[in-house]
């Protein structure tokens, strides 16, 4: 308990923190008691008035004590307590309305005011009770108001969290709705539903300061994992953009650069531009992109396996093209620019140069090396076409690949040129059917045919068969393969500007390194003049070959000028003029062979019985016969040159056993037998021109067996060696030195046993001249002395 002043400075008790008044003073006595009655009858008006003004006091008071103070000083107890009742009756109708809403307490509180108005009704009297009673009524009633107080807070924050719920009601479904999309990846519709939380949040949210911190704690988290879950599917895309390709072509890498492919970088980029965090992003797909491109630059197997290098090209395209898709689609986000996507490629460029240059030189072969060039030059035309990316690097790879190519393919030529030379007999080819000639003048894959260039027709249906044709089985697999090796050297490098100079010097390095070698070895080793002359054939067929391979070569040429000769002629022609010399000694051997079988018995032979010729004669004349025919192969002008040498040789031998120094002299039996041989031979010449060849000794042998033999005397003052004479290829020396060794016996000469000398080779005599002699002996020496005289008045003058 405490003790206070009221505001008439009497002094009040407070108990439990309620303010209290003192004890009422002690009862009146009785006679005190009746006047008090009295008095009180006689002012009831005023009291009541005193009464109300009282309790009009009290109610608008803070401090009770002077208002009950006042009512015990005037003796209004029951007035008061009668004002008391009516205001505590209208307070409780009050206090019941409001309390019958809210609190069941406060019904208690009227029980209780209603159980101190019947105990103040009751004990009258009793203020100190009473004041007593008040002060715990009070309290009680201080207690109920202030719970009162409470319940109306409590109506009031309800009322306000209802409103609140009903604003942000909205909102919140809208954090819920956009967890939810976050979560199953619907990321445009996340981002939907963020800006209607945003737009949400700024007019309905904002006035409740609790739920907008609750929505700006959630909100900048759920933008987080949106972006998570963005970033997570890119990082996917990545991944996919390392798995193998199903057929690891460039067709391939085309489908990965297309715009259904590349949607998960659309969808980031929309995402974190939507987000506000596109330079987040840019620096994210720089970063991840640069280092998946060192990644795809390595490769993961040895390049010169066509597989591997297909697949690795394959892969780059593919990042690549996809760059260059993102910059040309994203051009207004500035993910990519053009100079930062060359920049890439500049930086991948050398590595990528390198690794492609060594698969190229690593190719073991020529289709091995087509392919990798093949395979380089598709992913050059798809980057350059596609997308723009300057390839100059690579196109001067391309350029330098030719050199090896022709490697390559000279290298193959040689070895297949080598088994078909191997494998051929040089024999004329002879084709019985239309499926011989095919399967010699086609290729195996019917883009060659020597029929055009070799027989002259197009189809193996327009030949005459069965036919032999003068070249062996080697020369049309020579042309066909000559013909591949141009079609391919074209085929590999038609669009450089190299293969002008290419074409022309691979084709002269192939016939000079390979045909003509191969040639030539046939004729520096022994050799059969059949097979000289094959290969003189060919050599003489290829050469006309080579016009329809230079021509080949102008139809294949960039430029419109003609292709410049082919040094491949000049080797050509050597082994040609190096053949026919061959050829021309093998059978000036057979002739030297044939010519020493001629055994001319000088003096004292037998005179010839019958107009038959030597036995060597037919010999000579049946190999000439064969000859000329195998010779006709290689040309008709080379059979009459091989012709003209045979019969100039022939009559220089016969004519050097006359005029030669191993014949001392010879008689007429000698002379007549080498003019019936004479004979024969030109029998067989007829009226070729090759007969000059025998004119000469035939001119001889007719002044020397002239008949009668005093005719000879006559031709002392003919003219000899002057065209258009009758002996216009006789030589006065020549005459003089056959004239002065005949000698011609009166009597047969006895038979001289049988010579064995060789070619041209005859059997000399050192006996002195007989001292007999016939009128023909007579006769020539006669002639001889004369043409000395001739010539020594020839010579004087």
């Known amino acids: 308990m405490r003790r206070g002043r009221s505001r008439s400075g009497a002094t009040t008790a407070y108990v439990g923190g309620a303010e209290r008044s003192p004890p009422p003073p002690p009862p009146l006595p009785a006679s005190a ?41 005037n003796a209004l107890v029951a007035p008061f307590a009668a004002a008391l009742d009516a205001f505590i009756a209208s307070a409780d109708a009050q206090v019941q309305a409001v309390c019958d809403a809210h609190f069941a307490a406060f019904t208690g509180s009227l029980d209780e005011l209603l159980r101190i108005r019947d105990l103040a009704s009751a004990v009258g009297g009793r203020l100190a009770t009473v004041e007593d009673d008040l002060d715990q009524v009070g309290e009680t009633l ?47 519709n996340a981002l939907t539903t963020l800006h209607q939380l945003e737009a949400v949040h700024a007019s309905r949210v904002a006035p409740f300061p609790p739920v907008a911190a609750i929505l700006d704690a959630h909100v900048p988290r759920l933008k987080d994992a949106l972006a998570a879950a963005a970033l997570a599917v890119f990082t996917d895309w990545l991944e996919a953009q390392l798995a193998p390709l199903d057929d690891a072509a460039l067709a391939a890498a085309a489908r990965l650069s297309s715009t259904d492919a590349l949607a998960p970088v659309y969808k980031c980029v929309y995402i974190f531009a939507r987000l506000g965090r596109a330079a987040h992003f840019r620096s994210v797909y720089r970063d991840m992109r640069s280092k998946q491109c060192a990644v795809v630059l390595a490769p993961s197997a040895s ?19 996809v760059e260059d898709k993102v910059m040309a689609t994203t051009a207004g986000t500035g993910l990519i620019s053009k100079g930062e996507r060359d920049a890439e490629w500049d930086a991948a460029l050398p590595t990528l140069t390198s690794l492609l240059e060594r698969a190229v030189r690593a190719a073991r072969s020529r289709a091995e090396l087509a392919t990798t ?57 002879v084709i019985a059917t239309p499926a011989d000639a095919a399967a010699v003048f086609v290729s195996a894959d019917g883009a060659h045919s020597a029929l055009p260039v070799l027989v002259g027709v197009n189809s193996p249906d327009e030949l005459d068969l069965p036919k032999t044709l003068p070249f062996t089985r080697s020369l049309p697999a020579l042309v066909l393969a000559l013909s591949a090796f141009v079609s ?19 084709l002269d390095d192939v016939l000079i390194n390979v045909v003509e070698p191969a040639f030539a070895a046939v004729v520096a080793t022994p050799a059969s003049v059949f097979q000289l002359l094959s290969v003189a054939v060919n050599t003489t067929e290829l050469v006309n070959v080579l016009d329809a391979l230079v021509a080949d070569i102008g139809s294949h040429t960039r430029s419109s000028s003609t292709p410049r000769e082919l040094a491949a002629r000049h ?89 030669g120094s191993q014949a001392t002299s010879f008689d007429a039996a000698l002379l007549a037998t080498m003019a019936v041989d004479v004979a024969a031979l030109q029998a067989y010449l007829g009226d070729s021109p090759l007969a000059y060849c025998l004119a000469p000794l035939q001119q001889i042998l007719d002044v020397v067996l002239v008949e009668p033999p ?14 258009g004479s009758r002996y216009d290829q006789l030589d006065a020396t020549m005459l003089v030195t056959v004239l002065s060794r005949f000698v011609d016996p009166p009597s047969a000469a006895a038979a001289a046993p049988p010579s ?26 006669a002639l001889c002395k004369a043409l000395r005289k001739r010539l020594k008045a020839s010579r004087t003058k």
């Open 33 to 73: 008691a009746t006047a008090t009655a009295t008095a009180t009858a006689s002012e009831t008006g005023v009291a009541y008035d005193l009464t109300s003004s009282i309790l009009a006091s009290l109610i608008d008071s803070d401090d009770v004590v002077p208002p009950l103070k006042a009512v015990f000083e």
């Open 142 to 188: 201080l207690a109920d108001a202030t719970r009162l107080v409470a319940a109306r807070s409590a109506r009031l924050n309800m009322e306000h969290a209802r409103a609140a719920l009903s604003a942000v009601q909205g909102a919140l479904r809208l954090v819920v709705a956009l967890e939810r999309s976050v979560c199953s990846g619907a990321f445009y």
């Open 303 to 321: 390049l010169a396996c066509p597989p591997a290098l297909r697949a690795y090209l394959a892969r780059l395209a593919a990042f690549f093209l």
């Open 373 to 429: 060039v093949t395979e380089l030059r598709a992913f050059i035309a798809l980057l350059e076409g596609s997308a723009g990316y300057r390839c100059g690097a690579l196109r001067a790879l391309d350029a330098t690949s030719l050199s090896l190519y022709v490697t390559h393919a000279k290298t193959e030529l040689k070895t297949e040129l080598d088994s078909v030379f191997a494998a051929d007999t040089w024999d004329s080819l």
């Open 488 to 506: 391919q050297l074209h085929a590999f490098g038609a669009h450089l500007d190299a293969i002008d100079d290419a074409l022309t010097a691979g």
């Open 571 to 659: 080797a050509l022609a050597s082994t040609l003029a190096a053949t026919e010399d061959a050829i021309h000694a093998a059978v000036g051997a057979k002739i030297d062979m044939i010519l020493s079988l001629a055994d001319y018995v000088w003096v004292g032979g037998p005179h010839p019985t019958s107009d038959q010729p030597s036995s060597y004669v037919p010999d000579l004349i049946a190999y000439l016969e064969t000859m000329v025919d195998s010779v006709a192969r290689v040309g008709r002008h080379f059979a009459l040159a091989l012709e003209t040498r045979v019969f100039k040789r022939v009559a220089a031998d016969l004519l050097g056993g006359l005029i």
């Open 710 to 723: 005093s005719a000879m005397l006559a031709l002392a003052d003919q003219p000899l060696g002057v065209p």
């Open 756 to 781: 064995s000398s060789r070619l041209a080779i005859f059997k000399s005599k050192s006996k002195a001249k007989a001292k007999a002699r016939s009128p023909r002996a007579a006769a020539a020496d």
